[in-house]
């Protein structure tokens, strides 16, 4: 009696000759796997590991990066919303305490710790916003290469909608923080006032006049601090334009020293862009880098290093300065290029 073929034994047995037989593998059935659903209660768009072929093996290794990325998305996603839970509970429980002290002194130190806990939380949630764009970018490239034209984050919808004079999006989550400051530090100058008592002059307001002038020095602190990320941004972005464009004119040169970059009036210029990216840094924490980058054997490893003699493809140029400053690739290439 003939053998009767198994569905999926040829990827099965694909696995096991390319050292791959410990993943585990989706269910399989007579249709194709690129178009079977997904039953592992993902996010929609996330492709399984199924290699289709023995040229397929860039592919399986994209698939499996954009599993992972999906996941470190799910789990900054979970970490947002634990915190919008938890910080105004947290926040209100503790002010209602802290006002209902007797004791000035411990009051105003309670509203203080209160005040710095919130500002560390909020900057750390401004660290996982940019995580989370970068995730999402990852994602939107790995689709495009995957061949799937209408990825979930290759087209994910702009923020639209609007509910008044606000719109619609997660960077709104800024008023929970500001509301967040602003009781604490309400707690603060509610505790100063009775040490105080000339400090306000106005009777049976004090509470009022607190609150007014707590949430104003919060948004005063915001405001700042929005103008100075808009700086930032901005200077980084002409940054990674110009080094980019500096790189791109010059050509590779695997017997270059030091003192050969220093000499040079366009290194010196791709030098101090790259600075700008790091940070303000010295010069030796980008020559350093730049040098091994350049010259050693293991260069072609970490970007695509030209041959001696070949001009520094844009690409290339934006891998190196990603390389030397740990800023993103794929975003300096982005702001080289005119995309952003």
């Excluded at 949630?125 to 994602?139: I, K, P, S, T």
Aim: charged fraction near 25%.
């Amino acid at each position: 009696m003939a053998t009767q073929s198994v569905p999926g034994a040829k990827v099965r047995a694909r696995r096991r000759s390319i050292g791959w037989s410990s993943i585990t593998e989706p269910s399989v059935s007579a249709a194709s796997p690129r178009s079977m659903p997904l039953r592992s209660g993902k996010l929609p768009g996330v492709l399984p590991f199924v290699p289709q072929s023995p040229d397929d093996g860039h592919d399986a290794n994209l698939r499996i990066e954009y599993q992972e990325v999906c996941n470190n998305f799910r789990t900054l996603t979970d970490i947002r919303f634990r915190l919008l839970a938890f910080l105004p509970v947290g926040t209100a429980a503790g002010v209602a305490l802290t006002v209902s002290d007797k004791q000035a002194w411990s009051g105003g130190l309670i509203g203080l710790f209160g005040l710095v806990v919130t500002f560390s939380v909020a900057f750390y949630n401004a660290r996982n916003d940019q995580l989370y764009d970068a995730l999402v970018a990852r994602a939107a490239e790995l689709e495009r290469c995957l061949g799937v034209k209408d990825g979930a984050f290759a087209h994910r919808p702009r923020p639209w909608r609007r509910a008044a004079l606000f719109r619609v999006e997660h960077g709104q989550i800024w008023w929970v923080y500001w509301a967040s400051a602003s009781a604490w530090l309400f707690t603060v100058l509610h505790a100063i006032d009775p040490m105080h008592g000339w400090l306000w002059q106005i009777p049976g307001q004090v509470d009022l006049v607190e609150a007014i002038v707590a949430a104003a020095l919060v948004t005063l602190g915001a405001w700042w601090i929005g103008k100075q990320r808009e700086r930032t941004r901005d200077a980084l972005k002409d940054a990674a334009r110009d080094g980019v464009r500096y790189l791109a004119s010059v050509k590779m040169n695997r017997s270059l020293s030091k003192k050969d970059l220093l000499a040079d009036d366009l290194w010196k210029k791709i030098i101090k862009e790259a600075c700008t990216l790091r940070g303000r840094c010295d010069e030796d924490k980008i020559v350093s880098p730049l040098l091994f980058y350049l010259t050693d054997e293991a260069g072609p490893f970490y970007w695509d290093r030209p041959d001696d003699g070949q001009p520094i493809t844009r690409r290339a140029a934006a891998q190196l300065m990603g390389l030397v400053t740990d800023m993103p690739p794929r975003w300096i290439l982005d702001v080289a290029s005119g995309r952003r």
